[in-house]
């Protein structure tokens, strides 16, 4: 029977010190490379729920509105009858909280929302996928360190508290956009006149171009 020599405790030491070098060198890329598939799976949900917008307000025949939170950390999308209600709400209220001040209602617990095209607008949701809307609309937080830059609203410069885009039943909307940023890299939302809406991984392009008429708006809103 032949004895084999086992490792001595320099051998097990060396090891152990290799082993925790490279898990050092390793761990950011994957800490970083989780962050960044975070970061795109919420720019598409983001993406998503705009597209969604001109979509459902085509189908139920209403108005929706495309907002931003009042820490301008979460995209909103809400009927136009549930935001103007929760204006006046906070209008005549003494007692209204920060959120309610500052920002569109939260919407009611259990919308949750998540990445996949597939999923329809009334309501049901593809397994797998987080993507849930329903008549009160939906909404999505941007992951930790992606900030709200540039806001643009019908060709003139917004904020995240004033931004609220208006998709129309019959397909159009107002234009305009933000961008997200994090770190050097920015992410730009678009939204044109006719609702159609993209992902740029860019600043915002000039609006003054995509400006509507004078008075076109007023005269929708009366309508």
Do not use: C
């Amino acid at each position: 029977m032949t004895l084999r020599r086992a490792f001595t405790l320099v051998e097990v030491m060396v090891i152990i010190t290799v082993l925790a070098v490279v898990s050092a060198l390793a761990l950011p890329n994957v800490v970083a490379l989780a962050r960044g598939r975070a970061r795109d799976e919420a720019y598409n949900e983001v993406l998503r729920i705009a597209q969604m917008g001109r979509e459902v307000a085509i189908q139920r025949g209403s108005t929706y509105v495309l907002s931003l939170g009042a820490d301008g950390s979460t995209v909103i999308l809400e009927p136009e009858e549930e935001n103007e209600a929760l204006r006046d709400t906070r209008e005549s209220s003494t007692n209204a909280t920060t959120t309610q001040d500052n920002g569109p209602r939260p919407l009611p617990s259990g919308i949750a929302v998540g990445g996949g095209a597939g999923n329809s607008i009334d309501g049901s949701r593809n397994s797998g996928s987080g993507l849930n809307i329903d008549e009160n609309g939906a909404s999505v937080t941007l992951p930790t360190g992606v900030s709200i830059g540039q806001v643009v609203l019908d060709g003139a410069s917004s904020n995240t508290s004033d931004f609220k885009l208006h998709f129309f039943p019959d397909g159009q909307s107002e234009s305009g956009g933000f961008e997200m940023i994090e770190g050097s890299t920015t992410r730009s939302l678009q939204i044109d006149r006719n609702g159609m809406v993209k992902l740029e991984e860019d600043s915002l392009p000039d609006a003054a171009e995509d400006r509507w008429e004078a008075g076109q708006y007023e005269q929708r809103a009366s309508s």
